[in-house]
């Protein structure tokens, strides 16, 4: 299940991809490139998967240090003028030879093997309890990762990254200390939000969208018409009404509601069965791990793929503000399809290895 799933939601997205391309090319452009770069993609990850898979964990813990500064240090170049690519006045991507690569996806790869070797490190597990056993290394990461996340500036990777490192905390742990970390997160997102404009202008176009309807509550409203249009079954695919000129960024942000009007409310649980399904795989991988380090790391994993399903599905649902977080194996881009792959190799390393463990044992 943890490769057929993604597997399957990889050919949803690739078929939604391919039709919104097609509705596109009425207009001018080949309709058949949108769809083959995806494909391409598609076929990029499971490479990196299978590879992941055959390595064990042992190897990227080994590395963990070297591939979370590298992570921090591509992050740190998207901010130079000249390198870092800017769009709609956020530095957050590199161009690099055939497609445009997010920092932030290899970060959300290598946090959760950085993270789970810090926190199963021997000489720190004696800090439990204490305030240093949150401060090294969860508040630290934060930290770190938030400030070069915000000067992007990027706060929905700020919150999966703190997401995140919270989950793997708290398991590792406890709640103590999150739980007062979280009281303080709420308050400094409120703070962000208040201090920068341009946020208090999404924020208050979601909180009511036809106060602005043609100009910052446009794409949240056009999102919910297409899921009304979707109703129970679906209008069919390819006769979807929200294209490019009503719906932006269709194939990534928003990928889920176009699938909600072509396929419906059937074909949007569909997709989020598949996704619970998936979680519930993991989790088991998670349970089945058989040294504290891949649980640790599984759970990470796991989290770094299912938190930004839901921060997705909720900012296009209108149930938090849209922060830009692409749909987990769904959405169009090379950089999220590639390292969700690698996650899911990674898994599948933890998961053969526990089992090959288990054998051995009963032998």
């Given at each position: 299940m943890e490769v057929i799933i993604p597997l399957i939601l990889s050919g949803c997205g690739l078929v939604m991809i391919s039709s919104l391309s097609l509705r596109k090319s009425m207009a001018g452009g080949n309709p058949y490139l949108p769809p083959l770069r995806q494909f391409q993609f598609i076929g990029l990850g499971v490479t990196i998967m299978i590879i992941c898979m055959r390595l064990a964990p042992e190897f990227f813990r080994k590395h963990s240090g070297k591939l979370f500064a590298l992570s921090c240090f591509l992050l740190l170049i998207t901010l130079i003028p000249g390198i870092g690519v800017e769009v709609n006045g956020a530095r957050r991507w590199l161009n690099l030879p055939g497609f445009r690569f997010q920092p932030l996806e290899l970060l959300l790869f290598t946090l959760p093997i950085f993270v789970a070797d810090r926190l199963n490190d021997e000489e720190r597990v004696a800090l439990r309890g204490d305030f240093h056993s949150f401060l090294r290394p969860t508040l630290t990461v934060i930290m770190m990762c938030g400030a070069?996340?915000?000067?992007?500036?990027?706060?929905?990777?700020?919150?999966?990254?703190?997401?995140?490192?919270?989950?793997?905390?708290?398991?590792?742990?406890?709640?103590?200390?999150p739980l007062m970390g979280m009281a303080f997160g709420i308050l400094a997102v409120i703070v962000l939000i208040l201090i920068a404009p341009y946020r208090l202008r999404r924020f208050n176009a979601f909180w009511d969208p036809y106060s602005d309807p043609s100009n910052k509550g446009f794409q949240i409203i056009q999102g919910l018409i297409a899921f009304a249009n979707g109703n129970v079954t679906g209008v069919g695919i390819g006769r979807g009404l929200q294209d490019e000129r009503f719906l932006p960024e269709t194939s990534t942000d928003y990928i889920f509601p176009a699938i909600g009007e072509e396929f419906g409310l059937v074909g949007t649980l569909f997709l989020v069965t598949l996704y619970a399904v998936w979680t519930w795989s993991a989790y088991r991988v998670y349970l089945n791990a058989k040294d504290n380090f891949s649980k640790s790391l599984a759970l990470g994993l796991a989290a770094s793929v299912v938190f930004p399903m839901f921060v997705n599905v909720a900012g296009v649902t209108k149930l938090m503000p849209l922060t830009g977080i692409p749909m987990p194996f769904l959405s169009a881009g090379g950089s999220s399809m590639v390292f969700m792959w690698a996650k899911v190799g990674l898994l599948m390393s933890i998961k053969l290895r526990s089992k090959m463990k288990e054998e051995k044992k009963h032998e």
């Open positions: 070069l996340l915000l000067l992007q500036p990027n706060l929905g990777g700020t919150i999966l990254v703190t997401a995140i490192c919270f989950v793997m905390h708290i398991e590792k742990r406890g709640w103590k200390f």
